[in-house]
């Protein structure tokens, strides 16, 4: 059996050694920090959440929990890691993030199959018949490797910009001008909302919209030919989580319907919803520190001191991290991958995680569970069945694989990638919340038959 070799241990990495590791497969999972850090990076553990700890949504019959789900019955350690680690946040997995972090460190300590290596690796042999190699280094892949990908793959790298949302100590917090809700009342209330009124959410875009940014710097910029050039003349970021400041630049309202959506969150006070609403989500067990729901941006700290202090019930608040912007790199997959994550012209090298054009915490999880399977079969001998078209799962692998080559963007998990339901039965059931009841029926179906094989 061929040995299996990893690299990269955020989210990806580990499910994949874990799921191969199971399966039989001696890995090595090499994980360049802290040897070498990235920008975006605070510590050098396993699974470390880079930007928020939401996992999304469980509410039952949505696109994250199908997604959920279907990991769920595979065995993703990962998943069960977060479920252990679990942090109330309503219809939301939310996860204290040091607790994931140690329980993932442990699984794969634990594991006698998987060897750990703290180096960086800059070369991929892809000649070796020996190994299986997965590389999930993630999106702040490093650019001697980045140099690598663009030597085997004949391609340019393509990039878009994240941003990471700002975490405030809860003792700062003014509890006399907040309140606890759960949007429509719906499981718990869980989450802090700050409640603005007209006047101050009109004050609040003002200085929003005089607010200084941080410029770009030489790391966040496009590596060509392994080296660092000039920035792009427009930064291209992902629509999932665009910086509060340019979802501001669309309009007056755009953050009233975004982000600052009072829609569902009842003022107690009052018995009205607020005119715009900034939410909290706790961020760890202690319950010590919330982080801002939605609100990455990539002011300079000092404007962002300024600015979300005008927050009701933040005026005097600590900021125990500002948001940040940092620089998201992915592979063009729709010409580089098939749909078992093997590159094309390198089949005994597969790709995971954001590196492969998805987007989210769960979606790479996902994948790095699909990279560890399918690393495995290789490993036998045996060539992988993708997962099924009707699936979650199996419909962001067929996304990322057949989108259309000129428009593709990295994407999460929505019933949009799922197959439609048949016209007539669409006909029939005007219903979405039961199309997607039968779609997630028919997935999980079709989800079990493929783990039985």
């Known amino acids: 059996m061929k040995k299996i070799h990893i690299i990269g241990g955020g989210l990806a990495g580990p499910e994949a050694a874990l799921q191969a590791a199971n399966a039989g497969c001696d890995v090595t999972l090499s994980e360049m920090r802290p040897v070498r850090s990235t920008e975006a990076h605070q510590t050098s553990d396993f699974a470390e959440l880079v930007c928020s700890n939401s996992l999304k949504s469980e509410s039952e019959n949505t696109a994250p929990w199908l997604l959920k789900q279907e990991m769920r019955r595979a065995g993703s350690f990962l998943l069960q890691a977060a479920d252990a680690s679990a942090v109330p946040a309503g219809h939301a997995l939310a996860v204290d993030r040091t607790e994931f972090s140690r329980r993932v460190a442990e699984l794969i300590e634990q594991h006698p199959r998987i060897t750990v290596r703290r180096e960086e690796i800059t070369h991929l042999d892809e000649n070796n018949a020996d190994t299986i190699t997965i590389l999930a280094s993630g999106p702040l892949t490093s650019s001697p490797l980045a140099a690598e990908l663009q030597r085997l793959t004949g391609a340019e790298h393509l990039a878009f910009y994240d941003s990471i949302s700002p975490i405030v100590d809860a003792s700062t917090i003014d509890m006399d001008k907040v309140y606890f809700a759960a949007r429509w009342d719906k ?29 770009q710097k030489a790391w966040e910029q496009l590596p060509t030919d392994g080296s660092v050039t000039a920035a792009p003349e427009k ?9 509060i400041e ?3 630049r669309r309009g007056r309202d755009t953050l009233r319907f975004g982000p600052m959506k ?6 107690p006070k009052t018995g009205r919803w607020p005119y715009a609403a900034v ?18 941006n990539s002011l300079k700290y000092g404007e962002q001191a300024r600015v979300l202090r005008m927050i009701p019930g933040l005026e005097h608040a600590t900021f125990l991290r500002y948001g ?4 998201n790199t992915y592979l063009h997959a729709p010409s580089l991958l098939t749909e078992t994550l093997q590159l094309k012209a390198h089949p005994g090298i597969l790709i995971a995680g954001q590196l492969s054009g998805i987007e989210g915490y769960t979606e790479s999880i996902a994948s790095g569970l699909l990279a560890g399977r399918y690393a495995a079969a290789l490993a036998r001998g045996e060539q ?6 009707l699936t979650a799962n199996g419909s962001l692998s067929y996304y990322i694989t057949h989108a259309e080559h000129k428009k593709f963007q990295p ?5 949009d990638l799922l197959p439609p339901l048949e016209e007539e039965l669409r006909k029939k059931i005007r219903d979405k919340k039961e199309r997607h009841r039968i779609q997630c029926e028919r997935a999980l179906e079709a989800w079990d038959t493929w783990l039985a094989k």
């Open 411 to 415: 994407a999460n998990i929505t019933f």
């Open 235 to 243: 930064l291209q970021y992902f629509e999932g989580c665009l910086p």
């Open 187 to 215: 499981g718990t209330a869980d989450y802090i909302n700050c409640p603005f009124t007209k006047e101050e959410y009109e004050a609040f875009m003002d200085a929003l919209a005089t607010a200084e940014k941080i410029e």
């Open 279 to 296: 939410q909290l989500r706790q961020e760890n067990l202690r319950a010590d520190s919330y982080n801002l729901v939605g609100f990455q």
């Open 324 to 327: 940040q912007i940092h620089r």
């Open 246 to 248: 340019e979802t501001a």
């Open 262 to 267: 009072p829609a569902g969150l009842t003022n």
């Open 384 to 389: 992988p069945e993708p997962a099924p078209r």
